[in-house]
């Protein structure tokens, strides 16, 4: 079973421009969540989107924002790139029932802003 | 809200010591909890859950008990190899808004 897919791998972008992330989920999954992991500030979570809709926020500015497409993919999209974005953008993806919790992460998108 | 402290890493060890990595924990309700490991360059790879008071979590020779009445999911490993150098993060499920919240990450790096 494939695992969750992101791409790019690494992208590299100039101050206020702006950048697209994308990801695919595990087969079955529906539900997609996206986390920063920026030097020094941990994993911070950014967004849920389950069949669909937003779910969920965390504490980020709105030219943090996504969507979740019919085949249950999913798009980050940052705006207005600021050099402090410059970090790994982690997706996860977890299935319907009783394993709803857990959450299996892609290997990730790096993201440098100069 | 909710929260997760680990200890602070870098933990460096030799190969076949015994590990441990403390994780203590503030939530409302009784949240599913977790551990990842992050190698290098790499992204977050689950090793073991537990999703309830007392139960057991393990994987590959690392276990960890979900401690209520100490709130702590605390990691350990009998017989730590070079493989399990890595940085490992404790995180608990917010079951209100769906979203990992995860400790600072431990550093750990086991020398031959």
């Known amino acids: 079973e494939a695992g969750v897919t992101q791409s790019p791998t690494h992208l590299i972008k100039t101050r206020g421009q702006q950048a697209t992330l994308r990801c695919s989920p595990i087969s079955g999954h529906t539900s997609v969540y996206w986390y920063q992991q920026a030097l020094g500030l941990g994993l911070q979570f950014l967004l849920w989107y389950d069949e669909g809709e937003e779910r969920n926020r965390g504490n980020f500015p709105p030219r943090f924002s996504g969507r979740q497409f019919p085949n249950y993919s999913s798009e980050l999209n940052v705006n207005a790139l600021e050099l402090e974005d410059s970090a790994l953008y982690l997706c996860a993806s977890s299935p319907q029932g009783e394993f709803f919790e857990t959450q299996y992460f892609g290997p990730g998108t790096r993201l440098l802003v100069l | 809200g909710n929260s997760v402290t680990q200890m602070e890493g870098p933990v460096t060890l030799s190969e076949e010591a015994f590990l441990t990595i403390n994780c203590t924990y503030t939530a409302t309700g009784y949240p599913s909890l977790f551990w990842y490991v992050q190698y290098p360059g790499e992204g977050l790879q689950l090793l073991l859950k537990a999703t309830k008071a007392d139960d057991k979590g393990s994987n590959k020779g690392f276990e960890a008990t979900y401690r209520k009445e100490t709130t702590s999911f605390h990691l350990e490993k009998g017989s730590v190899q070079v493989s399990d150098s890595a940085v490992y993060f404790c995180?608990?499920?917010?079951?209100?808004?769906?979203?990992?919240?995860f400790g600072q990450g431990t550093e750990l790096s086991v020398k031959p």
């Open positions: 995180a608990l499920r917010d079951n209100q808004g769906g979203k990992l919240i």
